[in-house]
Nanobody, 125 residues
Framework: QVQLSESGGGLVQAGGSLRLSCAPSGRTFVGYLTGWFRQAPGKDREFVATIINALGGASYYADSVKGRFTISRDNAKNTVYLQMNNLKPEDTAVYYC?????????????????WGQGTQVTVSS
């Protein structure tokens, strides 16, 4: 059983930055992709960003975060990061790390096999 652990959430003012981290317990990343999704109260879980796990793999972003968020991986630390800059109140949500997935369904939560417990990000205006 793969367990993903997220960290780095918190409370920040609009315009501020946070960096989220995601690491699997006791093993390297599994599957084709590692992604970030978010879910605000009363809303469906939505795609934020994902990166192909192969060395030099491409990354993909939701339009709402392009130019502000950057997904990256550190293979030496076996960790995937989500750097979030210029945060807005509408970015407030629980952020989830996910692993697995398939390229053609990379934007769809159901495509991912493993999920973390989530970390809260709150952006105040």
């Amino acid at each position: 059983q793969v367990q993903l652990s997220e960290s780095g959430g918190g409370l920040v003012q609009a315009g501020g930055s946070l960096r989220l981290s995601c690491a699997p317990s006791g093993r390297t990343f599994v599957g084709y992709l590692t992604g970030w999704f978010r879910q605000a109260p009363g809303k469906d879980r939505e795609f934020v960003a994902t990166i192909i796990n192969a060395l030099g793999g491409a990354s993909y972003y939701a339009d709402s975060v392009k130019g502000r968020f950057t997904i990256s991986r550190d293979n030496a630390k076996n960790t995937v990061y989500l750097q979030m800059n210029n945060l807005k109140p509408e970015d407030t949500a629980v952020y989830y790390c996910a692993a697995g997935g398939a390229y053609r369904n990379r934007y769809t939560p159901a495509s991912y096999d493993y999920w973390g417990q989530g970390t809260q990000v709150t952006v105040s205006s």
